[in-house]
């Protein structure tokens, strides 16, 4: 397993934009499939997006297709995910996980390394 810190959520109002970041802890992500969950009060927790950070493939929501956008950082050892045009449906806690493979999957299952979640608010 590797240990995750996630950064960057906060309040903001619709149609604003954040960014979170998504840190390792004493390895690298070489041979890992990176991705965001979010969950919301009441709901269960949903895939956002992914990045293969070896080949940086990448895999997104329906619900956020065109809003949001997954990266890599190869010097610094994170992952980002720009949220433009926020929504007050975009409102949850964000988790980054963390798989050792190759291949994306977008069952929370299938990742065996979870952060501690950070919260994002989009008011209305």
């Known amino acids: 397993q590797v240990q995750l810190v996630e950064s960057g959520g906060g309040l903001v109002q619709a149609g604003d934009s954040l960014r979170l970041s998504c840190a390792a802890s004493?390895?690298?992500?070489?041979?890992?499939?990176v991705a965001w969950f979010r969950q919301a009060p009441g709901k269960e927790r949903e895939f956002v997006a992914a990045i293969n950070w070896n080949s940086g493939t990448t895999s997104y929501a329906d619900s956020v297709k065109g809003r949001f956008t997954i990266s890599r950082d190869n010097a610094k050892n994170t992952v980002s995910l720009q949220m433009n045009s926020l929504k007050p449906e975009d409102t949850a806690i964000y988790y980054c996980?963390?798989?050792?493979?190759?291949?994306?999957?977008?069952?929370?299952?299938?990742?065996?390394?979870w952060g501690q979640g950070t919260q994002v608010t989009v008011s209305s």
């Open positions: 996980a963390a798989r050792n493979g190759w291949y994306i999957k977008t069952d929370s299952k299938a990742f065996e390394s």
């Open positions: 004493g390895r690298t992500f070489s041979n890992y499939v």
